[in-house]
């Protein structure tokens, strides 16, 4: 990225893109971003779920029963402000304009706006429809990689989440029958998950728990020695998982963390095998030997001893280190609020971009475009008299795929199911007139 | 009217068996008298309590199956059936009365009402169990010859990971996911698309699940007619035995704690050595250590502390003292201490939490990072036995507690923990950490009494 200072001396915002913007920076890039890269027209497109146009069987009210939340932050101090709502776009852009957030909360659509819950008592205001979502943080992986800890992450260990956007998009599509579904980079350290069919919109709470439990496999907090425990064969959406992803990347892991090169990493996963024998032989054998992986396979699968719990060994193994490992409560809670895509994270400056699930193994994090790039490429771009300057920026592919892989699709189907209950609602209107 | 239906019903299947387990659509328009009213309802909680001591025992299906025959024989059996019936039904509506007034109330009572549903399904012969099914309009779904043979590897595949032989003529129903929670959880079931494919063995669940949905509609459906206009009609007549039958023993309240047993902050570190279960001891101990918990952890001891008397102003001072070493006292008075107030029911809706039970912390699971849960289901064999070491545990007490542990009997093994760290034994046994605190605070200070020097 070349840094063309000379050419911008009279330009008063030097941009230094490597630099991550704070404090009072922060805001002016802020500002910069929601005044011309925020794609306010899609964001509200998406959240009004063809509620938006003039046909009669939308509901106006809709978008402004949904709760926004905005993390306001200054040099000193840190404002967050609940139960935001808006009537339409042009409100909501509005708004954000004007208050420049850090952060902005997606949370439930209401039985009342928002900003009238007072008005209703507790029993009036309730969250009836709210999109099932997954958040996955590369940081509750930290027992399994070497390469980073913490808010850190690399293309090393970034396969984790790729690993863990196949296993879920896949069993969310085939198991559950979803099929609107948006991921998005979370800004640093993982994904989260949008799953916006209006099925998955009106599920109950006890419901989304049954979601979450059904894919909440690596269990256990730091006291417990085995996470993953299985005590028969497996079920269909796991043996899949393993036998399309987690098996041959768990191979590959083995390769880029060094998994048997180092006696703690490879001590831990002799931990797992319940049979002392076994451990024992291994140990003794693998001073010096670097095939153990293959030896430990060989020697769990053979079956030449018995004991119980050795038969899915080698798959407890594998789902430990690879599985997806969820953060539960997000999924389960109805008005738990999650951070909208295109936000700017404040912690690394990049934009919180759509992933394509298809084309997930290409998504590199280290290369997501940055606040401060973007208003450099505007700047270029401006400076060289370019029309639609946004339109060549590197948020361009970004706001793409969310229209034409997320967007566009839903939008239809919500546009055929508000048409067809309109046209059973007359219909039964005029059933009843007959009487 | 179940009344109605089962002699219609007494001429096609001979049995009737169907008709004895109603599933109370509609109230009954049958007449009775005011002391049956509450003689009846009196009856059918008693099973209902015992159903809800049982669950939080831990008390295995098979167990619960013979409590539920037993307190039915006991309470609500009558020789003749169709006078056990009338009962039956009658003290289902008078108690659904009693218990839409308040939300708690219609918690415990849908969740009670649908378990004992569930064990007397469990125990209907097949006859009755399928007629069941045909009224819930079940036959709909069953799974057609053409669909089965597309999928059955994997039903196959499902039904051997919980350990069934699959039965090739077994009958399969295909519902929308949403109607078996329990098995798509559980990962007992194979989905595809959306459906679920629910084999005759475990069709319990499905039908208990529309039970369930069914109940708690109804249940809102009376709370607002009781409102609206029966509170008023009724206020001489049924309304003051509704309020009385409401107030019935349920089961300690922890939530507030008992007469002057509230604790200083001074005392905390002293009872959490001697007093606290072993589940609140590890949080109380990883506080002390990280400076932090996540919010489960926040939420299972912080509730713990209100209930075994710990006020809010103390508890805000105890929580700050410890975070603001992590976050500072500024982030602390942020982002931590509005949950607290909110757990005393000083924000937000307002709702007084209640501690968690036993049973709700053995279900909840710890993640990375998470230290809530209850250790005697999580902790590794070698990390347990440690922790009870600390404790004071070993020898004899510690492999019988291992052996609890083994057979997963979480709650006889921290009953045991109870007895060897305090020599002394705990017949109610433990199915509330607050329990677990009361008892020992009663046990330390009758010992107290009986040390006391005489003046």
């Known amino acids: 990225m070349t840094k063309e200072k000379e050419e911008h001396r009279e330009d008063p915002m030097q941009i230094d893109s490597n630099r991550v913007p704070t404090g009072s920076l922060l805001t002016d890039y802020l500002r910069i971003y929601y005044g011309k890269f925020f794609p306010y027209t899609d964001m509200f497109k998406w959240l009004a779920y063809g509620n938006d146009g003039k046909h009669p069987g939308c509901d106006s009210s809709y978008f402004g029963r949904r709760e926004f939340s905005f993390t306001i932050k200054s040099d000193r101090d840190e404002i967050y402000l609940r139960f935001q709502s808006f009537f339409n776009a042009s409100e909501m852009e509005t708004s954000i304009k004007a208050k420049c957030p850090t952060k902005i909360d997606i949370g439930a659509v209401y039985t009342v706006d928002p900003a009238k819950r007072h008005a209703y008592a507790q029993s009036g205001f309730n969250p009836i429809e709210r999109e099932l979502v997954f958040d996955i943080d590369i940081s509750d992986y930290d027992d399994v990689r070497y390469c980073c800890s913490g808010a850190d992450t690399c293309l090393n260990c970034w396969p984790l989440m790729t690993i863990a956007i ?98 703690e990493r490879f001590h831990k996963i002799l931990q797992l095998i319940p049979d002392e024998s076994v451990v024992s032989e291994l140990a003794e054998k693998w001073q010096g030997n670097s095939v153990r992986w293959e030896h430990l396979k060989h020697m769990l699968q053979s079956g030449s001893k018995k004991t119980q719990g050795l038969r899915r060994c080698i798959e407890e193994i594998v789902f430990s280190y690879t599985y997806p490992r969820l953060d539960i409560q997000v999924t389960k809670g109805m008005n738990h609020l999650l951070k909208a895509p295109f936000c700017v994270h404040p912690g690394t400056g990049r934009i919180c971009i759509p992933i394509d699930p298809k084309k997930c193994e290409e998504f590199d994090p280290t290369s997501v475009p940055t606040v401060a790039q973007l208003i450099e490429e505007l700047n270029a771009n401006a400076s060289i008299g370019a029309d639609n300057y946004v339109e060549k920026t590197s948020l361009a592919a970004s706001v793409h795929l969310f229209r034409t892989c997320f967007l566009e699709p839903l939008i239809k189907t919500c546009k055929d199911e508000l048409e067809n209950a309109y046209n059973t609602k007359i219909q039964q209107t005029k059933d009843s007139l007959n009487w | 009217m179940e009344i109605v239906r089962s002699q219609r019903r007494n001429g096609s299947d001979g049995s009737g068996s169907s008709a004895s387990l109603p599933l109370y659509k509609s109230a009954p328009s049958l007449e009775f008298r005011l002391e049956e009213f509450g003689q009846y309802a009196i009856d059918r909680l008693r099973v209902l309590q015992a159903i809800s001591d049982g669950l939080s025992r831990g008390k295995k299906p098979e167990e619960m199956e013979n409590l539920v025959s037993e307190q039915w024989r006991a309470n609500m059996k009558h020789q003749d059936a169709d006078k056990t019936l009338r009962k039956d039904i009658i003290s289902h509506f008078v108690l659904r009365l009693v218990y839409c007034r308040e939300e708690e109330m219609r918690r415990w009572f849908l969740s009670m009402e649908t378990a004992l549903f569930r064990y007397r399904f469990r125990l209907q012969n097949a006859e009755a169990q399928k007629s069941i099914m045909n009224e819930l309009q079940l036959q709909y779904n069953v799974l057609g010859n053409a669909e089965y043979e597309t999928i059955k590897d994997k039903l196959t595949e499902a039904a051997r990971s919980v350990n069934f032989t699959s039965n090739p003529e077994a009958v399969f129903y295909k519902v929308p996911f949403e109607d078996v929670p329990e098995l798509v959880a559980s990962r007992r079931v194979f989905i595809l698309k959306g459906f679920a494919f629910v084999p005759r063995n475990q069709v ?32 001489d007549r049924i309304a003051p035995m509704v309020e009385a039958l409401g107030n019935v023993y349920l089961g300690p309240d922890y939530s507030k704690p008992k007469d002057c047993a509230e604790i200083s902050l001074k005392d905390i570190n002293q009872l959490a050595s001697t007093s606290f279960p072993l589940c609140m001891r590890h949080l109380f101990g990883k506080l002390r250590e990280d400076h932090h918990l996540k919010h489960q952890g926040r939420m299972q001891l912080g509730l713990f502390l209100k209930g075994v008397g710990l006020k809010l102003e103390d508890a805000l001072a105890f929580w700050r003292a410890e975070f603001s070493q992590k976050v500072g006292a500024e982030r602390f008075d942020k982002e931590y201490a509005y949950s607290i107030r909110h757990n005393y029911g000083k924000e937000g809706k307002r709702t007084d939490y209640t501690p968690y039970s036993c049973q709700k912390i053995i279900m909840s699971t710890p993640s990375t990072g998470d230290h809530h849960g209850c250790p005697y289901r999580h902790f590794s064999e070698e990390n347990l036995r440690a922790a009870l070491n600390k404790m004071g545990v070993g020898g004899r007490a510690m492999d019988d507690i291992m052996d609890k542990v083994r057979n997963r009997h979480y709650q006889l093994a921290c009953t045991l923990t109870f007895e060897a760290t305090h020599g002394t034994s705990c017949e109610t046994g433990i199915n509330h950490p607050n329990q677990y605190f009361v008892e020992s605070r009663k046990f330390f200070e009758s010992k107290n009494k009986h040390s006391q020097p005489t003046a």
Not at chain 1, 204 to 219: G, L, N, P, T
Not at chain 2, 214 to 221: G, H, P, Q, T, V
């Open chain 1, 166 to 263: 196949k296993v879920i998009d896949t069993a969310l599509r085939e198991d559950f029958g979803f099929s609107h579904i948006l991921w998005v980079y979370s800004g640093r350290r993982g994904v989260h998950c949008w799953v916006c069919d209006s099925r998955a919109r009106r599920l109950s709470k006890e419901q989304r728990s049954a979601i979450a439990d059904y894919f909440h496999v690596y269990k256990g907090g730091e006291n417990s020695l085995k996470k993953v425990t299985f005590s028969g064969p497996l079920h269909p959406f796991l043996a899949r998982a393993y036998t399309d992803v987690l098996k041959n990347e768990f191979e590959k892991w083995v390769s880029t963390q060094k998994l048997f090169e180092h006696e």
């Open chain 2, 204 to 235: 319990v669940s499905l039908v208990c699940t529309i039970f369930r949905s069914n109940i708690s509609k109804a249940l809102a459906l009376t709370n607002r007619k009781w409102r609206a206009m029966i509170q008023d009609q009724e206020k």
